[in-house]
């Protein structure tokens, strides 16, 4: 029997407990679509609203929020047309169709074959004799394939138009508005967190290449002669794990460790501002339980960037089972997108500087996959007990789905009545509550480990008989004691990260 | 010159000040679909979680987050394939297609034309005489065209897909996660917001009817033979205005006055449930600004029911321009959709009673339009002083796209600085603020009445030499002081509710 990977084990716990399944399972299924059940839906939305706090709100940027089908002329001038493709090798007797990169990689162990180009694709496959994996058919030579999904908009001969493959345009589409709005002056960003849709060939690997999934992105628009972040100060001194385009083409191994600031200094991060977002990411997977050490910057060689940037970071975590995964990429656009618009929309893009020139703005994005992420931090939260048998997802407490549970200690003598009322109080203070009173108490302890709540809520006789009760810390198990009075200050104390566990009533020492 | 409507008067507000505006301006645009700026993203994410707020979190409803693309075996089993469809009369000439009972509404000026049936609306068209309203040519007979989204899922030879009209069927298709994960007891309820997409026709309205929204809706599955709802009487003696099947068949026209308990009592409401919905949905809109007075119920006529309805009210609101306008539907659903879906996938979808009886569970869903409910908020909240020539949206504290301005009184003498500190400072508390310095203070407050900021902190020379500022309400424009120290907890309280505008601080005395 194969063994059990940690992706396997998240994956079962995910499924059983309500964090997220495949989609449309009733009808067989549908690769590369994920459900959310409502553990999942609220962590996803956790993280995004952490994101926010992160990139939006501190340095007060402006969000948008636009459609995710857009007409055909968005994303002929955005260049998508031409570019958003694959290259994609159909079977001649089954009729499925395989990104060939994928079936070279599977067959060879070669990385990012994508980034080789179309010759050497074409020359792999012949090569390596590679077919269908499905039937074992011959297949066709690859050719690209468009991948973005393609509809009509109006019933009735309408136009054509595609679902984004990513937010950017919108902002790109969008940043006289953002200039106006923000009276004129570079720099600014413009911040969107929404739905996009790839239609990938041959979706795997599960949550990590889903055909619908959510962005968080933002574009920073700025005067490439007047490239200064006003924030970099913040995470100059913030030492990151850098991986520069050299040291990919030479293929090195261990990765440079330098702090932001240097590597701004040294010319190896092109602008302040990807140094700043690139440290704010940093500190951003931190609250998902990502240490700096299994984190890396890795910069794009110039034949796997995308065709509008000149520097791209990828931003990785390291995962048990899939090794290095991009979680986010930071890409140096220059003013590629703008310009674009600027000549399909005939409309001026420019900005006027102090001394009379005019010029087309740069950007610098960050942009992060929120179902990934989702993942992410289960995986990096997740700690198996076995002495105990309990799995705990160490979930920060800004993350939690729920921020507590209330358990009566046992369904007599009142205490379920009790624990209702506690319940309410909580609810009535706005937070999000579970209320259990179904098995064991240490059954219902090992089912919140098993969600990362992070406070669990006991009412026991002391309770009805004092107005005292006790919580229980998810990471430490260990308990402390206050009054009922006390309860909703207490919490919130520590959801606003002023309290830590210790600080909230006074330590239960066990017989 | 025709006179300008309040509608109109909300729609250049919201479009210059970045609320909302139509999508795809540089390119032409294209009708039915919408961009929001970044109060209106703000805006509506605060009307969102003021929903969950009140039909999710304080009941301890599951959440769901399921795909837009799903693949047509879906829309077959629901019965969308068969039904989501509009009577489209195309041009003969120019080749656009219109709603037949849009065209027949205009000219004749009758109501609810859809209602009354194909063979109807094919008789109108010809008795009126109706022709293509752009080009005056003659229009083809009217048929059924199918008003969803449709795409290729996968990019070569996939299946076909559809992006969802409505995000119900989600909550169907998981069902029995939901049942499990409610431990196998009824009710429960599985609760979704998310985008969905209609290919409208011939979209008008602005932003009343859009291509592609927001739903917030519930699915709250229950047992016939116990159709309680525990939480009945937190709404019972709330006083509705009501219009019965009865009514609406005979042209009533003043509504019924009457609590939802006695409407429940005397059958006029179906089941309780739906009388809870309503009654939660008319607080929810008091939120929004829209007071009871201003609200009403609407029973369906059959022939104007979905093809899954028993019985549905829909959620009215009074709006200057556009008259009563559904806001919601509170649909009683039946086992409709679940004998569907159970016959389609071959999944046994029954629950098992005590006494040992199967049965297929009955659904009561209210659906809430975001999209439209950030207009509502909009025009319900908006005020025009003449006399002081302000505009001031009168948002509720929990919907303001930012809590808190801070603005220092002049730019000179250390002011901005020190306001600066006070932005910082309320910054890291976590709300959200604007910064403003720009053109006089009063310019300045008019500004933050118009984006509906409802605190503005003034930092004069009294908080640079003695630490203490004000606080001024956007509502009554008075003023308190109090302590810089004192001021991020005091917001706090603002914020939750605890204290009101009066609380703050010392009351300021104009001279």
Redesign the interface.
């Known amino acids: 029997m194969p063994q059990q990977t940690l992706y396997d084990t998240i994956t079962e716990i995910a499924k059983r407990r309500?964090f997220y399944?495949p989609?449309?399972d009733?009808?067989g299924g549908?690769s590369?679509?994920?459900?959310?059940?409502?553990l999942?839906?609220?962590l996803?939305r956790n993280i995004e609203a952490a994101w926010k706090?992160f990139f939006v709100?501190?340095q007060?940027f402006?969000?948008?929020?636009?459609?995710?089908?857009?007409?055909e002329?968005?994303f002929r001038?955005s260049g998508h047309l031409d570019n958003f493709k694959?290259y994609?090798a159909?079977c001649t007797k089954c009729?499925?169709?395989f990104r060939a990169d994928h079936l070279i990689q599977d067959k060879t162990g070669l990385e990012n074959v994508e980034a080789m180009g179309g010759d050497a694709i074409k020359r792999l496959m012949v090569e390596h004799r590679i077919r269908c994996p499905e039937c074992g058919g011959e297949l066709k030579e690859p050719t690209l394939?468009?991948?973005m999904?393609?509809?009509?908009?109006?019933?009735?001969?309408?136009?054509t138009g595609y679902?984004r493959p990513e937010t950017a345009q919108?902002m790109f589409?969008?940043f006289?508005?953002g200039f106006s709005?923000a009276?004129e002056k570079l720099p600014f960003a413009l911040a969107q967190t929404g739905?996009v849709?790839r239609?990938?060939?041959s979706p795997r690997q599960g949550m990590l290449r889903v055909?619908?999934f959510t962005i968080m992105e933002l574009e920073l628009f700025f005067d490439p002669q007047s490239p200064g972040c006003p924030w970099l100060r913040h995470v100059e001194n913030s030492v990151i794990r850098l991986y520069t385009e050299k040291m990919e083409a030479e293929g090195v191994k261990e990765p440079l460790i330098i702090t932001i600031g240097d590597a701004v200094k040294q010319g190896l991060i092109l602008t302040e501002w990807q140094g700043y977002f690139m440290g704010v990411g940093q500190a951003f997977m931190d609250v998902l339980g990502v240490p700096p050490e299994k984190q890396r910057f890795r910069a794009h060689l110039p034949e796997e960037r995308a065709h509008y940037s000149a520097q791209t970071f990828d931003h990785e975590v390291k995962l048990e089972t899939w090794g290095w995964t991009e979680i986010s990429g930071c890409a140096y656009r220059t003013d590629f997108d703008l310009s674009n618009?600027m000549k399909?929309?005939g409309?001026d893009m420019t900005v006027l500087r102090e001394d009379g020139t005019r010029f087309v703005p740069h950007v610098v994005e960050p942009s992060y996959g929120l179902d990934r992420l989702t993942y992410v931090a289960l995986e990096a939260s997740y700690e198996r007990r076995d002495k105990e048998k309990r799995n705990i997802f160490h979930l920060d407490r800004r993350l939690a789905p729920y921020q507590v549970a209330v358990f009566p200690l046992v369904t007599r003598d009142g205490l379920p009545e009790k624990a209702q009322q506690v319940r309410d109080l909580l609810?009535r203070?706005?937070f999000?509550?579970?209320?259990d009173e179904?098995g064991s108490i240490g059954r219902r302890y090992a089912r919140a480990d098993e969600v990362g709540v992070p406070l669990v809520v006991a009412v026991d006789y002391d309770t009805r008989d004092r107005d005292t009760l006790t919580i229980r810390d998810r990471d430490t198990w260990r308990q402390v004691s206050l009054t009922v009075a006390e309860l909703p200050g207490v919490l919130e104390s520590y959801f606003?990260g002023d309290k830590e566990f210790e600080d909230l009533g006074v330590p239960v020492v066990k017989e």
């Open positions: 309500g399944w989609s449309f009733i009808y549908m590369g679509f994920v459900t959310y059940g409502d999942g839906t609220k996803k706090d709100r501190k007060g402006l969000e948008i929020d636009d459609p995710l089908i857009n007409p002329r968005v001038a694959e994609t159909q009729g499925k169709g394939i468009l991948t999904f393609k509809t009509e908009i109006g019933a009735t001969g309408g136009e679902l919108a589409m969008n006289r508005w709005h009276r739905k849709a239609n990938e060939i055909r619908e618009h399909a929309s409309l609810l203070r706005g999000w509550v579970i209320y179904g606003k």
